[in-house]
Nanobody, 125 residues
């Protein structure tokens, strides 16, 4: 099993920044493409960003392009989500997730078999 633990959420004012971290353990981290998703109350789980397992190629949702940056450290078994210029509508629980897929529907949360417990991000306007 791959275990994932997120941290770094909190309360921030609109326009501010947060850096989310996700620590992985239990399996070879570099074998997994990592994704970040978020879910607001009453809404579907929503793709934010992904970073591929072999070449660290990145994908972003249109709503966060230019504001969020995903990165990974395969030595430390960590994946990060740097979030800048935060908006009130970014308020949600943020989850990191892992899939062995290299390509395909990396935007689809159903392709990810491993999930962290989530970390709350609240952006005040």
């Amino acid at each position: 099993q791959l275990q994932l633990v997120e941290s770094g959420g909190g309360l921030v004012q609109a326009g501010g920044s947060l850096r989310l971290s996700c620590a992985a353990s239990g399996r070879t981290f570099s074998d997994y493409t990592m994704g970040w998703f978020r879910q607001a109350p009453g809404k579907e789980r929503e793709f934010q960003a992904a970073i591929k397992r072999s070449d660290s190629y990145t994908y972003y949702a249109d709503s966060v392009k230019g504001r969020f940056t995903v990165s990974r450290d395969n030595v430390k078994n960590m994946v990060y989500l740097q979030m800048n210029s935060l908006k009130a509508e970014d308020t949600a629980v943020y989850y990191c997730a892992a899939t062995p897929l290299y390509s395909g529907s990396l935007y689809n949360w159903r392709e990810y078999g491993y999930w962290g417990q989530g970390t709350q991000v609240t952006v005040s306007s």
